[in-house]
């Protein structure tokens, strides 16, 4: 029988788009095991009435690349998950469905592929990288693809808490990138990469103040707005509170970076929230290196 955790990413940390991501300390666990014939799950946690319990699911979509490319034949599997992860929060559960997937067959059939050859493999799937990479390799992750490879660097996580906002309600990635422009303004795209470069330097040389500064965007922020009900409110006014507070992802999950009053922090989302007729949580969570 194979375990793998996989935990849950926020994506984008404010201006990276689809290049930034980094791992939390909230996870969900995968058991494979070799049975003598079929399909099995068992789901315990989220997912157990969205979810594909069959041939399409996302994990055994994801086994199935691995053993067709390092030519195994498994008769029969059984798979089981604890699902800690709300689906479709931004919060990267079909990046730990990949991620768990891969890994799992990858040690299932004789650990063939390199842990790069399953980052390739993840986002081939995924369609971007800044969910998986940190699902696979923990930290914050920087990622770009060039000729079809994923290039990255893996810094370590800064001593930050990051209360992370969940509303009760699903969004999918397709959905949230379905809002976005094709172009862009010049302008907004300087704003961007200034802001990316302010937020790694911040978090590499730990001078979170930079942060402060950093986490503002507007390449997929202002255009996700309108599918986030008080997203424009809790940027505005959480912002004093903490270090910075973005979209998790393609939403609608917010996430604050902040050295401290966290409860303050989470209160005043889902407070806002719910003066917009939304219902949410907050969690209080680390940064992992583990990934
Ligand atoms: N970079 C992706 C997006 C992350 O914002 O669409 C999805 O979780």
Redesign the pocket.
């Known amino acids: 029988m194979i375990k793998v955790k996989v935990p849950a990413t926020t994506?984008?940390l404010g201006p990276g788009?689809?290049t930034l991501g980094m791992s939390l300390e909230l996870y969900n666990e995968l058991e494979v095991s070799e049975v003598e014939s079929g399909l099995e799950f068992e789901v315990v946690g989220y997912g157990s009435e969205e979810l594909d319990l069959d041939e399409n699911n996302l994990i055994y979509q994801s086994m199935k690349r691995v053993f067709e490319i390092v030519d195994y034949h498994p008769q029969g599997l059984k798979i089981k998950l604890n699902n800690q992860i709300p689906l479709a929060r931004?919060l990267?559960s079909s990046a730990t469905a990949i991620v768990g997937g891969l890994v799992a067959a990858n040690k299932l059939s004789g650990d063939k592929l390199s842990r790069d050859e399953l980052l390739n493999l993840a986002t081939e799937i995924e369609g971007?990288p800044?969910?998986v990479a940190p699902a696979l390799l923990g930290g914050v992750v920087i990622s770009t693809i060039k000729d079809g490879q994923v290039v990255y660097k893996k810094l370590s996580v800064p001593k930050l808490n990051i209360v992370v906002c969940i509303p009760d309600y699903q969004l999918s990635?397709v959905e949230?990138?379905e809002s976005l422009p094709t172009e862009v303004k010049f302008e907004d795209a300087i704003f961007n990469l200034s802001h990316t470069g302010l937020l790694i330097t911040g978090l590499i040389t730990e001078d979170y103040k930079l942060i402060k500064y950093a986490l503002d965007d507007k390449l997929?922020q202002p255009y996700r707005q309108e599918l986030v009900p008080g997203l424009e409110t809790i940027l505005e006014e959480v912002k004093e509170d903490c270090l910075g507070v973005t979209i998790s992802?393609?939403g609608p999950t917010v996430v604050a970076f902040s050295l401290e009053k966290e409860e303050k922090i989470g209160e005043k989302m889902v407070d806002i929230f719910s003066q917009n007729n939304i219902k949410a949580k907050y969690l209080v969570l680390n940064p992992t290196d583990q990934g």
């Open positions: 994506a984008n788009f689809d931004g990267g971007h800044d969910n990635t949230a990138r997929h992802g393609s």
